[in-house]
């Protein structure tokens, strides 16, 4: 395992071993380097051309089928990221790798409206991304997500975005686009108003304030916007539900869901060592309340309770919830999606005869 000072402006402080590796870099020693090569906390990018990008969601816990997503890996850093699993079949760790080493998806909008002509394509929302954030900084320069929307607004198809990065105002010409058809659901993800832990928690993200200030622009715009509180971590943000949800009701989010924060695979080994490095006096309750939320684990893999936990310290957490909910957001709700507008290159043509 690899041990490194502090490094500002990352989430992982280490980067835990690849269990599908039988081998991997340690330093044995230290005193004959000049700097320990872990310390490098440059980003790195690599290219990739999938066939597909289009993933179906085998989760019975999500209501949408599809997901897709232009990046592999993510800069923002957040050290709760259940995506962090996912860099170990690319050969590398869940810890600093998954946000130093991003995989870029070049051919993503072409490997999407390859797969849209498909004669057997069946429409349901797309959620884009879902497992890394598709406004990540390298969006600002890559632009995969904005050609994807521009795609799917060609051929009329739903999408759901979920993002936590002020960068998807740049988009706003093609989702009002995609709004005014009921193609589009946005959630933006909220996790504390506290900007102190939300720099070590999330530490390349946009503040709670800018995130509020989206809202606020897509929500004047006429778009959806459901928030998500998510994740919820016991003894951190717990408390703050409430006034999550007042705030995001007053800058016109119309929706809300949770989550509890499971520590699955890797990302256990991960965030004690982060917690214990930011918050040492409080670390062991920490995770206890995580514990007590997930039958005495740090994590619980089964359908149906993993998201929302069990026990009187979830039930809580839940009830807090719905009560906050009820209170700002009562009769609020996310327009349907039209899934009748639907209609590939093919039949276009078809239709011309």
């Known amino acids: 395992m690899e041990e490194l000072e502090y490094l500002k402006g990352r989430g992982a402080q280490l980067n835990p071993a690849n269990r599908f590796r039988k081998n991997e870099y340690v330093t044995e020693h230290l005193e004959g380097l000049d700097e320990p090569f872990w310390q490098n906390s440059k980003t790195e990018f690599f290219s990739e051309a999938p066939k597909k990008i289009i993933n179906k969601v085998e989760s019975p816990d999500l209501g949408l089928s599809y997901s897709m997503n232009p990046y592999q890996g993510c800069e923002h850093g957040c050290i709760y990221c259940y995506a962090r699993n996912t860099h170990e079949y690319w050969g590398y760790s869940a810890g600093l790798d998954f946000e130093r080493k991003i995989i870029i998806k070049h051919n993503a909008p072409e490997a999407l409206a390859a797969q849209l002509e498909n004669p057997k394509w069946r429409v349901l929302p797309l959620m884009l991304a879902g497992n890394t954030d598709c406004y990540q900084p390298i969006e600002q320069k890559m632009q995969l997500t904005r050609r994807m929307l521009q795609v799917l607004l060609e051929y009329r198809h739903p999408v759901s975005i979920i993002t936590k990065n002020a960068l998807i105002l740049r988009d706003l010409d093609i989702l009002t686009q995609l709004d005014k058809l009921n193609l589009l659901h946005v959630n933006i993800s909220l996790t504390t108003l506290n900007e102190e832990l939300r720099s070590r928690l999330e530490p390349r993200t946009a503040a709670a304030t800018k995130r509020l200030a989206v809202i606020k622009k897509l929500s004047s715009a006429g778009i ?130």
């Not at 539900?241 to 007042?246: A, K, Q, S, V």
């Not at 256990?268 to 039958?295: M, S, T």
């Not at 993993?306 to 709700?333: C, H, P, S, V």
Request: charged fraction near 25%; glycine fraction near 10%; proline fraction near 4%.
């Open 224 to 353: 959806s916007v459901n928030v998500m509180l998510a994740p919820i971590i016991p003894g951190l943000n717990d408390h703050e539900i409430p006034e999550l949800m007042r705030q995001a009701a007053e800058h016109g989010a119309v929706s809300a869901a949770y989550n509890i924060v499971r520590l699955n695979g890797s990302i256990g080994e991960i965030f004690r060592d982060w917690l214990a490095k930011n918050y040492p006096d409080r670390a062991e309750k920490v995770l206890n309340q995580i514990a007590a939320c997930h039958g005495g684990k740090i994590n619980d893999s089964t359908f149906g309770r993993r998201m929302t936990g069990e026990g009187k310290w979830a039930e809580t957490i839940g009830n807090l919830f719905r009560m906050a909910k009820q209170k700002y957001l009562k009769d609020k709700q996310m327009k349907p999606y039209n899934y009748h507008l639907f209609c590939t290159k093919a039949g276009k043509q078809l239709g011309l005869f």
